[in-house]
């Protein structure tokens, strides 16, 4: 933990460019790991992968929905396909089709929804996708996993390989520290353990909110942080722990609260048995201002600060 | 998940050998006669549920018959067989005709027509992979069934299998703008291992497709879009089994068949109101008797 915390002011990482290595060794192992995406061979960070197996990228053009449902009728061929677009346009744009030709067909199609969040900063509400998580949630046998780092990027997806099921995979492109060791899915994950409240963070968020932890101790408050990078399905037992534990929980989200995680974790906590105070940190069914990624998430209420103002006034009720 | 039905299964069999050693005369018979009775069984099935898109059925079956009883290379008893053709019904809103085709050949027993629509039943009012064998995709949403051909047919390329994709579209689907990503996609490819048929009957669920948002001329579009058209009368069994057997060229094939809505039952016959109405017991009743003819 305290190196997790260490490595925040050092070096950060890209998570697509371990996607995109994991992928490839992937491939070479395995004839039947193809890549479809929509003209988005750089965006996606393909160009390796295409390089290597020329075949097997198939690159539909600017067409999302042909995109989903060529790779619903590869994956229903035995290929495993893994579909990459920027989020925005994989999931807004072909929503119905990952509905009904992925999840509802149970097609195992991957999902990789590129730089997702605000990761488009300056190119503003268009190319941010901040719906996705709300959007996915709603359907029936989609996982849906963001992972926080390069390790659990490349953990997840080598697991998403030979899950065999519908998987939304969140690649983020804003840049984040080594915070993981790896990936579980299905399991919260506790970076930093503590006993006043608990932080639970998806994608770029968790580094952020270990510094917060490490700043509210300061303050006198224990914090314990987990990241959830499996959305769905959520691991209730981990917050039901937290509720129990700490009494007291904050998410964080490069996301709307609308649906997203935050509205994941609320639906554990009123359930109870016994409800505690909470805060849901995210956007708040707005459209972001221009400016760039990181402007966006002090904007909105995402910085280290801010979780850990938000953890410190829960735990003094 | 429903399970073959080892009986019919060899009855359909032994009437793909039949119809192999059959001279063009008798093979039209077979196929007239066969589909008229999935029509017979299609109309007794959508009166016992209350529900179903009949006109949309009853146009769509000789092109469905010719498939299954003529073309595909697939084993009902063995649906998930690796090298099969791969037929998707995109059109998923006359699933009540896939059903009773795929009833005929075995997939599954024809007492589950029983069930179409219940409670529970595996057959619901769009087709169900997970429940149906037979069934490649789930479809329903319209303009889906192409571009997961589409994703079939390279994957077929892939594997280096000689094996073959069809899809059957509606007419009034073409509407949907997916398609023709999915056009593009099969033409840019080359995918001459990719079928669409269009089963052209001018109807939609509210109106003539030419009043609605006009498709002609719709040969235009899919040579445009680089594939090869054949255009017929999508009630000659025989016409259809040409195109689809005819030598191929290096482009997916797309066939526009000429189809009349509510076809054999003369007074459904191009009416736009037999989209989805239940016929009465009376009607159903005479229908038969004029299928039976």
Redesign the interface.
């Known amino acids: 933990m305290s190196a997790a915390v260490a490595s925040f002011a050092g070096e950060t990482f890209d998570c697509r460019v371990a996607f995109a290595g994991e992928l490839i060794e992937l491939a070479r192992a395995d004839d039947r790991i ?1 890549a ?1 995406c929509n003209d988005s061979v750089g965006s996606s960070n393909l160009g390796a992968f295409q390089k290597e197996f020329p ?2 990228l ?1 690159n ?2 600017i ?1 999302e ?15 495993i ?1 893994f579909v990459c677009g920027a989020s925005p346009f994989l999931t807004g744009r072909a929503l ?2 990952i509905k ?2 992925v999840a ?4 195992p199609v991957i999902l990789c929804g590129m730089s997702p969040g605000m990761a488009y900063g300056e190119l503003g509400p268009t190319h941010h996708s901040i719906e996705d998580l709300s959007w996915l949630r709603a359907i029936a046998g989609l996982d849906i996993v963001v992972p926080a780092d390069p390790a659990e990027t490349r953990a997840a997806v080598r697991w998403a390989a030979g899950a065999s099921r519908p998987v939304f995979l969140r690649v983020g492109r804003f840049k984040v520290p080594a915070v993981t060791d790896g990936f579980t899915f299905g399991a919260a994950a506790r970076l930093r353990d503590g006993s006043d409240v608990t932080v639970v963070a998806t994608g770029t968020m968790v580094s952020r909110a270990l510094a917060a932890a490490e700043l509210a101790a300061g303050d006198g408050v224990s914090v314990r942080v987990l990241n959830m990078s499996t959305i769905a399905p959520l691991d209730e037992d981990a917050i039901r722990a937290a509720v129990r534990e700490t009494g007291a929980i904050v998410t964080a989200e490069e996301a709307t609260t609308t649906g997203g995680l935050g509205a994941a974790v609320a639906a554990v906590v009123v359930a109870g048995p016994r409800p505690v105070p909470m805060r849901m940190l995210g956007v708040h069914r707005e459209f972001a201002p221009t400016g760039d990624t990181a402007f966006l998430l002090e904007h909105f209420g995402l910085t280290a600060g801010d979780i850990r103002a938000a953890a410190v006034e829960l735990s003094r009720g | 998940m429903l399970v073959a039905d080892p009986a019919t299964a060899a009855a359909w069999r032994r009437f793909r050998e039949e119809f192999a050693a059959a001279g063009p005369d008798e093979r039209r018979e077979l196929l007239r006669a066969r589909a008229n009775r999935s029509r017979s069984t299609d109309l007794a099935m959508i009166g016992r549920a209350g529900l179903g898109h009949v006109g949309g059925d009853l146009s769509v079956l000789d092109i469905l018959t010719t498939l299954f009883f003529a073309v595909l290379r697939v084993d009902p008893e063995q649906p998930e067989w ?1 090298d099969r053709d ?1 037929f998707v019904l995109s059109k998923g809103h006359t699933a009540g005709a896939l059903y009773t085709t795929l009833a005929a050949a075995g997939f599954f027993a024809e007492d589950e027509l029983r069930t179409f629509a219940g409670p529970h039943s595996a057959l619901n009012g769009h087709p ?3 429940k149906v064998p037979g069934v ?6 319209l ?2 069934g ?11 390329r ?2 280096s299998s000689d094996r073959h994709v069809y899809v059957v579209l509606g007419d009034g689907e073409l509407q949907e ?2 398609n023709w ?2 056009a ?2 099969a033409g ?1 490819r080359r995918l001459s291992n990719l079928t669409a048929v269009v089963d052209r009957n001018r109807l939609q669920q509210g109106a003539r497709t030419e009043d609605t948002a006009a498709l002609d001329p719709l040969g235009d579009k899919w040579r445009a879009f680089g594939w090869d058209v054949v255009e017929l009368d999508g009630h000659d069994h025989l016409a259809l089994l040409g195109a689809f057997t005819a030598p191929r060229g290096d482009r997916p094939v797309c066939v526009i068949a000429n189809t009349i809505k509510g076809r054999g039952v003369s007074f459904m016959e191009d009416r736009v109101e037999w989209h989805h109405k239940v016929p009465s017991a009376e009607q159903i009743t005479a229908a038969t008797a004029e299928l039976a003819r």
């Open positions: 193809v479809v075949d097997r198939i539909v053009g067409a929905q042909d995109m989903v449902g060529v790779g619903a009728g590869l994956a229903l061929s035995g290929y396909p119905e089709q009904a030709d509802y067909s149970h097609a | 690796p791969r169900n992979r997970t490649e995709t789930n479809t329903g949403p303009g889906h192409l571009p997961v051909a589409v994703g079939m047919a390279v994957a077929g892939l594997a703008g997916s990503e999915a593009m996609t840019h």
